[in-house]
């Protein structure tokens, strides 16, 4: 089948409530679900929709996303006629190498959008889990004669106080009022900061907006649209369950919510696999005597010790003797003989100390920061 | 002509592993899953990478698709180049003579035309029912530096089991001077592992004469080799002492993924100098249910543990559901447990279905087998040495 969309990626979004968890890392390539990053999710979307071309917009810290996704081989995205072009900052006479937001990442990156062939491309950014089929979404579009179309999501949990685009969409699924960052969301929808256009539209939209000084999507170039009601914005409602991942609370119930069989069947499943980077571990070792409860344990893991209701990635080792409760234990990371662990984030290479106990709130858990040795 | 390598690897792919019973029913031995994540073919082919050997004949033609489709492009093993990378080889036709290949020594003489492609210095004859890490590239150099015709690596197995294996009785300097084909007296117990390195002017010239000799039955072992020794070509043993296993039997091939249970484990898969790569199913970390327990196993991605499992390799996929047990057992991709069956001293192929409540295999005796895509009815018992197959 012909390509008809093609896609892009912002992963520029901060991240101030990630702390730790985002100083050396995009919030696109957050560790997530035992083996995977953030971003494996919008690719898996992006390429069960049959997008086959895909750019990746980097901004600060992209040096991990950059190793995960290598030269995209993994998602099947190094072809001839398919393919991930990773679109780095860079300094021109016009921009500095630091985008303001998606509206000037796009300017920078109106090459990528204007060699591109496929007539209509979506764009996301990566702070949503969640799976979504687009070629479904593009015939919603056509049908209703959209000229973009708008992703949100009913999902409560996703609404914040003080932050996030919320959408006023009437019952024709049009879109006529936006709200930024309200103290208190009047309108139920919140937008996924995924749109589908016309690759044309969307050059056109962009050279326009930049000429008039903008720099945000949402905030300046939509507003304006709306309020000069030239454009037909509708609204595609995200079937399924939407996470958000922006701050460190968020981030682990997030993760762990998938310690539930439902949630778990939303996104993965055998005929739409989600791709990631692989490391050919071995499977997780298991010694005689270990406990392992409600627990989700990647490849490459030795378990000798306790674990309950807990994430391990690939290649944690827990010794004897030691107990891992309600924890999300990053690759590489050890929790020695004898030591305990609870309600605690440990980052990659993670050394827990004999006989320590680490244990933190469940609301407010602990970050131990990589290669940290407690 | 393409370009030239010093070195080409072929392996032989191609026989039916009739002593795996219905496991190779619909798959070739190569393609059998071991230890979770692999397939015994991951193991050779690993160690052509491991060793820097990047052009790899894979000779195939007992059902060959599962196998075809798990190559691919090669990619997992990093066999997927430009100048040379991994070949799936049928039997194909051919001007003077159509034929399937009629022994090991057959399959490379029909495949003599994609050696010389590459111009070759040596050639590495490997098979796909062992499993073992071995650098190939230290027997080629062992090769080189005493000049031999072949070398074969050999393996020192117990006296008392000498008599079941190929043997070759050496000389002080490792050269052959006698290969016995199970002997009923062994005087050697350097086991032939079934790889060899050949120099290519020596194997191309015993192969093709091999071939016009009407009483030969085409195979390395009985054949080959022999009308070298005859010919006072220079053989020379290499000898191994890595862990290696033959999994051409249900036991043995039981047998090799308990092995990975031990402590010390005898051959270290998580050895980052020397990876098994596989192809991977692309699946989540596996789940361990409140109900499950896990202990002294090997579990892998994707696999939904609500049962008890203890002793246990499991592949890809596996579901083990409530009050299940599985125990000492050996359990291939996307079989599914049902509630309180109980699986024993048992290997469990691909997608097999294990109904609620059955029973396979027992705490004592032979090994059970359920062959791929089975389903067993619920409450059946398949008694221990049993096997079902479709």
């Not at chain 1, 919030?27 to 390429?47: Q, T």
């Amino acid at each position: 089948m012909k390509n008809k969309m093609v896609g892009l990626i912002y992963t520029g979004q901060r991240a101030d409530q990630l702390r730790d968890l985002t100083r050396t890392r995009a919030v696109a390539s957050l560790p997530m679900i035992g083996r995977y990053r953030l971003i494996d999710f919008p690719l898996a979307s992006m390429l069960h929709s049959g997008i086959k071309n895909i750019g990746i917009i980097t901004q600060k810290n992209y040096h991990s996303l950059m190793d995960h996704l290598g030269s995209g081989r993994e998602w099947d995205l190094h072809g001839k006629r398919s393919g991930m072009t990773i679109l780095p900052p860079y300094m021109t006479s016009d921009n500095i190498g630091v985008y303001e937001g998606l509206l000037d990442a796009l300017r920078s990156n109106l090459n990528f959008l204007r060699r591109s062939t496929e007539r209509y491309i979506v764009v996301s950014d990566s702070v949503f889990l969640y799976s979504v089929d687009f070629t479904r979404m593009l015939e919603d579009h056509i049908a209703r004669g959209a000229d973009l179309t708008l992703l949100y999501s009913k999902e409560r949990s996703i609404r914040r106080h003080g932050s996030g685009n919320y959408l006023d969409i009437d019952q024709d699924g049009v879109v006529h009022q936006l709200e930024f960052d309200p103290s208190l969301p009047h309108y139920e929808n919140t937008y996924l900061s995924c749109f589908l256009i016309r690759r044309e539209l969307l050059i056109a939209l962009v050279d326009r907006a930049v000429s008039g000084g903008f720099h945000l999507f949402f905030n300046e170039l939509l507003s304006q649209m709306l309020r000069e009601n030239r454009y037909r914005v509708v609204g595609f409602e995200c079937p399924n369950k939407v996470w958000m991942i922006d701050s460190i609370a968020s981030y682990y119930s997030a993760n762990m919510d998938f310690l539930c069989a439902k949630n778990r069947a939303l996104i993965f499943n055998r005929e739409r696999p989600v791709w990631t980077k692989l490391r050919d571990e071995m499977p997780a070792q298991y010694a005689p005597g270990s406990k392992v409860s409600n627990s989700l344990i990647a490849d490459g893991c030795l378990i000798e010790g306790e674990v309950y209701d807990s994430i391990l990635f690939r290649g944690v080792t827990v010794r004897a003797g030691a107990v891992v409760r309600n924890c999300i234990v990053m690759q590489d990371s050890v929790i020695q003989r004898g030591a305990q662990t609870e309600n605690v984030i440990l980052d990659k290479q993670v050394n827990i100390q004999e006989n320590a106990r680490l244990i933190s709130s469940p609301s407010y858990p602990l970050v131990v920061p990589k290669d940290m040795s407690i | 002509m393409v370009n030239k390598k010093s070195c080409v690897a072929m392996l032989l792919a191609g026989g039916q592993g009739s002593r795996l019973g219905v496991l190779t029913h619909q798959t070739a031995k190569p393609a059998i899953p071991f230890g979770g994540k692999y397939r015994i073919i991951d193991f050779p082919l690993s160690n052509c990478a491991n060793s820097g050997i990047d052009v790899v004949g894979v000779l195939t033609q007992w059902q060959p698709l599962e196998l075809n489709a798990y190559i691919g492009s090669g990619s997992p093993w990093d066999l997927d180049l430009s100048s040379g990378g991994v070949f799936v080889l049928p039997p194909y036709m051919k001007q003077e003579a159509s034929e399937w290949y009629s022994g090991t020594a057959n399959a490379i003489y029909q495949n003599l035309p994609f050696i010389e492609q590459y111009d070759p210095d040596y050639v590495l004859i490997l098979s796909g029912d062992h499993i073992y890490k071995m650098d190939y590239a230290e027997m080629l150099a062992s090769h080189i530096a005493t000049q031999s015709a072949c070398t074969i690596a050999v393996r020192p197995v117990p006296w008392e089991e000498a008599h079941r294996f190929g043997l070759m009785n050496t000389d002080e300097n490792d050269r052959i001077i006698e290969f016995e084909e199970k002997p009923k007296n062994p005087k050697s117990n350097k086991a032939s592992m079934g790889v060899y390195v050949f120099t290519w002017t020596k194997l191309r010239e015993y192969l093709t004469s091999d071939e016009r000799n009407p009483s030969s039955s085409k195979d390395f072992g009985k054949n080959v080799i022999p009308s070298m020794l005859a010919a006072g070509e220079k053989m020379s043993a290499y000898s191994f002492d890595g862990y290696w296993k033959d999994v051409g039997t249900i036991d043995s091939l039981w047998e090799a993924n308990m092995d990975l249970l031990k402590k010390p484990v005898p051959i270290n898969l998580h050895d980052r100098s020397w990876r098994i790569y596989a192809r991977n199913v692309g699946m989540p970390p596996h789940y361990v249910f409140p109900s499950g327990s896990v202990e002294n196993s090997l579990i892998t991605e994707g696999c939904e543990i609500a049962g008890q499992v203890s002793g246990s390799v499991l592949s890809a996929g596996v579901v083990v559901e409530e009050g299940a047990q599985v125990i000492d057992s050996v359990i291939m991709p996307f079989a599914v447990i049902r509630k309180g069956a109980v699986v024993r001293r048992a290997i469990v192929a691909e997608s097999a279905q294990i109904g609620e409540n059955a029973r396979v295999g027992e705490a004592e005796g032979q090994i059970a087998v359920v062959g791929n895509n089975v389903r067993l009815a619920d409450g059946a018992v398949l008694p221990a040495g049993e096997q079902a197959g479709n």
